[in-house]
């Protein structure tokens, strides 16, 4: 047989779907550059005028129902069969889901943001006033906070949940299936998977090419490395080395090795520039704008100042911009942290995922923050850096400069690594019809996919075209997320109550004694004979129970 069959035998029909929609966008935006910019400009500025109250309503909405899955009965449910333990650890599990899903912005905007809402463009104070300070926090905790993960937190759940508690495929047409049923079988669920793909391409690809810029920015500002395309090209071509090598090694080697890595580096550098800064004001900043955060969550999360253009322009620049990011990014993110969640259960998961990146998040931000906000007063040349050497032009007014710049790019390219080679994984599940253990041959050819389409727009400037292509992708996709939430928490709800986490006994257990969990496995509950007759309610036999003793259902047997 050979290697053509064969790999027409692995893929579906939505690979050269996604691989045909993929080709033609980018086609379009290379030979038509000026044309495709101008449409794409303009029609993700419409949606952002016309469709950010949706945006908002949609992204508060998913906040609520975490909050709402952490505390109620099915928040006991395990991603898996009752007996199921996690594959990963929990360190190597956080690190995993965190560089693919954040890694990479907070090192391009950990400094860049703040600074901009400080000294370019404040949300709503003076620049250069203690409260735009304060602002340019609070907001930098908001756009990486607890709404962005919600937005990955909801789509991975669904995900894991039909995966491994339903034994479904990993692709987003199952999770749906609660809504349409066995439509999603047919050509609209190949439609969502198809759709899921392209987004997964252009957002990854985008990505590699503003790393590679970053990288080569950090090279030029610290080293002298020549910026320019070329030297771009030359990053590319060894990153894409470096993760197809990981990619094909599996996810409990390469990318759990580099993940772990990355989370070290991250925090080494965050502790460096924590004491070669003015450590006290980081941290007083940091219970400062944690306050201001949580106290104006809520505010914030509905802010849309319909009688204020200048804020309301802010905004659509800013939050609007960045929950469409998210959600155009929550197919590639979602599916690979439901790939490596097996085992945990659904309390556990949410409150790790939602949580613990969020508070790292905040920490990031407070320590570059404070940094960059700090050196802008006696350096205001660093506001007009461009957005990847705004990091390294900081970091040379401090002690251990240089240091902290090396440590910087090391970092940003081992999360352009593990980012790429998350992506290659995820894109081969997605071909393979949902395989939890894709083909190496698939991996293989969506990573030379995803360089060439990051090289190629590169070299034509088409990178920024691309990236509004994403954002508009992401309209559909919000109501794709409304719907899929709703069909998790409708399936959830009816397994809760199937296996008895909604049923209230008549008898409790004694002082200290907790109620015994459906999954219990070191628990042996004897039968419980109950008096009662057996009646028909349509065509299900129900009994009646005429005794006053407890009734256990069949789950905790």
């Known amino acids: 047989m050979s ?3 064969r790999f027409h035998q692995l893929v579906t029909p939505v690979f050269w779907m996604a691989l045909a929609i993929t080709l033609l966008t980018t086609a379009l935006a290379l ?5 495709f910019q101008a449409i794409t400009s303009g029609t993700r500025a419409w949606i952002a005028v016309n469709f950010g109250w949706l945006y908002l309503v949609i992204v508060t909405f998913m906040v609520g129902v975490c909050l709402y899955l952490m505390i109620a009965p099915a928040g006991k449910i395990r991603l898996g069969d009752p007996g199921t333990r996690p594959e990963h650890s929990t360190f190597s599990w956080l690190a995993m889901l965190f560089s693919a899903g954040m890694g990479i912005g907070l090192v391009f905007y950990g400094a860049a943001e703040p600074l901009s809402h400080f000294a370019i463009e404040a949300p709503e104070a003076q620049l250069y006033s203690r409260q735009a300070l304060r602002d340019a926090l609070r907001y ?33 047409s199952v999770t749906l299936k609660p809504l349409f049923g066995n439509a ?37 500002f610290v080293f002298g490395v020549p910026n320019t395309i070329g030297i771009q090209l030359i990053i590319i071509v060894v990153a894409t080395a470096l993760f197809l090598a990981s990619a094909v090694s599996g996810i409990g080697k390469g990318v759990r090795i580099l993940s772990n890595a990355n989370i070290i580096a991250a925090v080494i550098l965050m502790v460096l520039a924590l004491f070669m800064g003015p450590t006290v004001r980081i941290l007083n900043m940091l219970i400062s704008t944690t306050g201001d955060y949580l106290n ?22 800013w939050t609007i911009l960045y929950w469409a990011w998210w959600i155009s990014w929550s197919p590639f993110v979602g599916i690979f942290i439901a790939r490596i969640s ?16 969020t508070v790292f998040s905040m920490l990031w931000f407070t320590v570059f923050g404070v940094l960059s906000t700090d050196a802008v007063y006696t350096d205001r040349s660093i506001a007009k850096q461009p957005i990847e050497t705004m990091l390294f032009a900081t970091f040379q007014h401090y002690p251990l400069g240089m240091l902290m710049s090396i440590v910087a790019i090391v970092l940003v390219l081992v999360f352009f690594i593990t980012s790429a080679d998350s992506a290659t994984y995820v894109l081969a599940m997605q071909s393979e019809d949902g395989s939890i253990n894709p083909h190496n041959s698939v991996k293989v050819i969506w990573g030379l996919i ?101 009734f256990v259902p069949d789950a905790v047997k």
């Open 342 to 357: 097996k085992g945990r259960t659904i309390r556990e998961f949410l409150i790790h995922v939602l949580v613990i990146p």
């Open 296 to 317: 104006n969550l809520l505010s914030m999360s509905f802010h849309s100042s319909p009688y204020v253009p200048s804020e309301q322009a802010w905004i659509r620049k």
């Open 184 to 220: 999603m079988e047919g050509w609209s669920g190949k439609i969502v998977n198809a759709l899921a793909i392209v987004a997964t391409v252009i957002g990854v690809a985008t990505t590699l090419g503003y790393g590679a810029a970053q990288i080569n920015g950090g090279l030029h």
């Open 31 to 35: 030979i038509f550059p000026q044309p």
């Open 450 to 550: 995803l360089s060439a389409i990051a090289a190629v727009l590169l070299v034509a400037g088409g990178l920024d075209a691309l990236q509004n292509v994403l954002i508009i992708v992401a309209l559909p996709f919000s109501v794709l997320l409304l719907l899929m939430t709703i069909a998790l928490v409708k399936e959830l709800h009816y397994e809760a109550k199937q296996m008895g986490l909604e049923i209230k006994p008549e008898t409790y257990p004694t002082k200290g004694e907790p109620f015994r969990s459906y999954e219990d496995e070191d628990t042996e509950v004897e039968d419980i004979v109950v008096d009662g007759d057996i009646v028909l309610e349509g065509t299900d036999p129900v009994l009646e129970i005429t005794s006053g003793k407890e």
């Open 140 to 172: 930098s905790f908001f756009h990486y906070g607890i709404n962005a993960w919600a937005i990955y937190a909801i789509v991975a759940l669904a995900l894991a949940y039909f995966q491994f508690r339903k034994k479904e495929r990993t692709l987003m």
């Open 3 to 5: 290697l053509q069959t």
